[in-house]
């Protein structure tokens, strides 16, 4: 073994890096990526929405991790409330028992989410979500005697997860096709409501929402008897913070609920407060049949997600019509005496208007950065916003994702203590308990980023 990890500890920063870049494998990531990538860095301390890495540097927390640290770091309470759960019970089978947390969190999701979705299956995060409401979407059809009723049909640019049934439902297939095809049977892909760069070159509302109509198209075409579902996140977050025109929901939720297909509605970023009400679904009245949630139901303390139901989809796995599907670590008791926890917070700080509040406040001051001749589209809802940034107003002509544009621009934000992704379009999410001052730094930071980028590549 190496001498710099021998032992019950390692012995200095240095240490720590060699040992991470060569036993660790990062998600999404290259071999040794600690040590070759500028833009991944050992974090040891978090508060609020700001975290620290292992060399003292603060950044604003800009994605809330991975989406999801919604209440903030550094919360002692929800930690203690895990620590006192995995104390007494930390979990009983996922089969053959429950317990009190699991209950509990169950009856408070039945209160939290939208119209009559009372039933909860719980799972350890966003993917196995949306495994399981696939599994019982097809399963309910077949309980109901439709067993042909197999087909999913997602949207291009939506992302759903990445374990294969999810990977398969996501619109992201020219990313993952090249490693991890063919793809789960029985998946079709519409258009997204994608304003700003519309498939049909078409404006609202003169486009009579052609986006929604072209799933019933689709479910036409293959036959309604054969489709399953329709699966889409409310508002498309890691695909471009992409926010539907007025009537998208109301009339996919008709189209589907003409043909019979159930409709899956995927907070799993949206949920938990981020878009200024505690679900995105709220802002239409839109119920789905099933809601897969995850992330901000426990902030990231612990690995949790569920899957909510209404009655009339939970009523055909009654008597002998058992699902025929589980995962070992769903409702986890400690994980779900963390969650409630989270839960309690959010009510007791009113996290939810705080991100109505912030994000109007965020809102204004990205607009304000429209004047920038890279920032193509400025769009979002609550604290889940995006800069769509193009080489080009008028063309919309896109930069290379590994271009040294956009590596300037990243390189640009950490510096100045701003840590998101750098894509197309620049993402954020921060912590809901995020104050004023910290959202009007967040908007400093990628303007004089953004002028930096600007002036180092010639641009505008």
Same mark, same amino acid.
């Given at each position: +073994?190496?001498? &710099?990890?021998?032992?019950?500890?390692?012995?200095?920063?240095? &240490?720590?890096?060699?040992?991470?870049?060569?036993?660790?494998?990062?998600?999404?990531?290259?071999?040794?990526?600690?040590?070759?990538?500028?833009?991944?860095?050992?974090?040891?301390?978090?508060?609020?929405?700001?975290?620290?890495?292992?060399?003292?540097?603060?950044?604003?927390?800009?994605?809330?991790?991975?989406?999801?640290?919604?209440?903030?770091?550094?919360?002692?309470?929800?930690?203690?409330?895990?620590?006192?759960?995995?104390?007494?019970?930390?979990?009983?089978?996922?089969? @053959?028992?429950?317990?009190?947390?699991?209950?509990?969190?169950?009856?408070?999701?039945?209160?939290?989410?939208?119209?009559? @979705?009372?039933?909860? =299956?719980?799972?350890?995060?966003?993917?196995?979500?949306?495994?399981?409401?696939?599994?019982?979407?097809? @399963?309910?059809?077949?309980?109901? !005697?439709?067993?042909?009723?197999?087909?999913?049909?997602?949207?291009?640019?939506?992302?759903?997860?990445?374990?294969?049934?999810?990977?398969?439902?996501?619109?992201?297939?020219?990313?993952?096709?090249?490693?991890?095809?063919? =793809?789960?049977?029985?998946?079709?892909?519409?258009?997204?409501?994608?304003?700003?760069?519309?498939? =049909?070159?078409?404006?609202?509302? !003169?486009?009579?929402?052609?986006?929604?109509?072209?799933?019933?198209?689709?479910?036409?075409?293959?036959?309604?008897?054969?489709?399953?579902?329709?699966? &889409?996140?409310?508002?498309?977050?890691?695909?471009?913070?992409?926010?539907?025109?007025?009537?998208?929901?109301?009339?996919?939720?008709?189209?589907?609920?003409?043909? !019979?297909?159930?409709?899956?509605?995927?907070?799993?970023?949206?949920?938990?407060?981020?878009?200024?009400? +505690?679900?995105?679904?709220?802002?239409?009245?839109?119920?789905?049949?099933?809601?897969?949630?995850?992330?901000?139901?426990?902030?990231?303390?612990?690995?949790?997600?569920?899957? +909510?139901?209404?009655?009339?989809?939970?009523?055909? =796995?009654?008597?002998?019509?058992?699902?025929?599907?589980?995962?070992?670590?769903?409702?986890?008791?400690?994980?779900?005496?963390?969650?409630?926890?989270?839960?309690?917070?959010?009510?007791?700080?009113?996290?939810?208007?705080?991100?109505?509040?912030?994000?109007?406040?965020?809102? @204004?001051?990205?607009?304000?950065?429209?004047?920038?001749?890279?920032?193509?589209?400025?769009?979002?809802?609550?604290?889940?916003?995006?800069?769509?940034?193009?080489?080009?107003?008028?063309?919309?002509?896109?930069?290379?994702?590994?271009?040294?544009?956009?590596?300037?621009?990243?390189?640009?934000?950490?510096?100045?203590?701003?840590?998101?992704?750098?894509?197309?379009?620049?993402?954020?999410?921060?912590?809901?308990?995020?104050?004023?001052?910290?959202?009007?730094?967040?908007?400093?930071?990628?303007?004089?980023?953004?002028?930096? +980028?600007?002036?180092?590549?010639?641009?505008?």
């Amino acid at each position: +073994m190496n001498e &710099a990890v021998e032992g019950t500890s390692l012995p200095n920063e240095s &240490a720590l890096k060699a040992a991470g870049s060569e036993h660790l494998f990062i998600h999404a990531s290259s071999h040794r990526a600690l040590a070759n990538d500028s833009g991944k860095r050992i974090l040891v301390e978090g508060r609020g929405a700001l975290v620290k890495d292992i060399e003292g540097k603060e950044y604003i927390d800009g994605l809330a991790g991975l989406w999801l640290v919604n209440a903030g770091h550094g919360r002692q309470e929800i930690a203690d409330a895990y620590a006192r759960q995995a104390g007494t019970l930390a979990y009983a089978s996922s089969t @053959q028992a429950t317990t009190i947390p699991a209950i509990e969190l169950a009856t408070r999701l039945a209160e939290l989410t939208p119209g009559d @979705q009372a039933t909860a =299956f719980f799972c350890s995060g966003g993917s196995e979500a949306v495994e399981s409401a696939i599994k019982i979407a097809r @399963q309910f059809h077949y309980f109901n !005697g439709e067993p042909k009723r197999s087909k999913i049909i997602g949207r291009r640019g939506s992302y759903h997860g990445a374990t294969y049934g999810a990977m398969s439902v996501s619109g992201t297939r020219p990313i993952s096709e090249p490693y991890h095809g063919p =793809f789960m049977h029985g998946v079709l892909h519409a258009s997204p409501p994608y304003c700003y760069r519309c498939d =049909f070159r078409q404006s609202f509302p !003169g486009c009579d929402l052609l986006c929604a109509d072209q799933v019933e198209q689709i479910i036409n075409y293959e036959n309604p008897k054969t489709v399953a579902a329709v699966i &889409a996140e409310p508002i498309s977050a890691s695909g471009g913070i992409v926010v539907p025109p007025d009537g998208y929901w109301p009339r996919l939720r008709e189209i589907c609920d003409r043909h !019979g297909v159930l409709l899956i509605t995927d907070e799993v970023i949206n949920g938990f407060g981020r878009t200024g009400r +505690m679900f995105a679904s709220d802002h239409w009245d839109l119920v789905g049949d099933i809601m897969t949630l995850a992330k901000g139901l426990s902030s990231g303390y612990a690995p949790i997600g569920a899957v +909510m139901c209404r009655p009339h989809v939970v009523e055909a =796995f009654e008597g002998g019509n058992k699902l025929s599907h589980l995962l070992t670590f769903g409702g986890h008791a400690a994980a779900c005496a963390a969650a409630l926890a989270n839960l309690e917070i959010f009510e007791r700080e009113d996290l939810v208007g705080n991100a109505q509040r912030m994000g109007l406040r965020l809102g @204004q001051g990205l607009s304000g950065l429209s004047s920038h001749p890279c920032v193509g589209d400025v769009r979002g809802l609550g604290l889940l916003a995006g800069l769509e940034l193009v080489k080009d107003k008028d063309s919309k002509e896109k930069f290379a994702e590994d271009g040294a544009e956009l590596k300037t621009l990243g390189e640009g934000l950490a510096r100045r203590g701003l840590l998101t992704r750098v894509g197309g379009v620049l993402p954020l999410s921060p912590p809901l308990c995020i104050t004023a001052e910290q959202v009007d730094k967040i908007v400093a930071i990628i303007d004089d980023s953004l002028t930096e +980028m600007e002036t180092t590549h010639g641009l505008g």
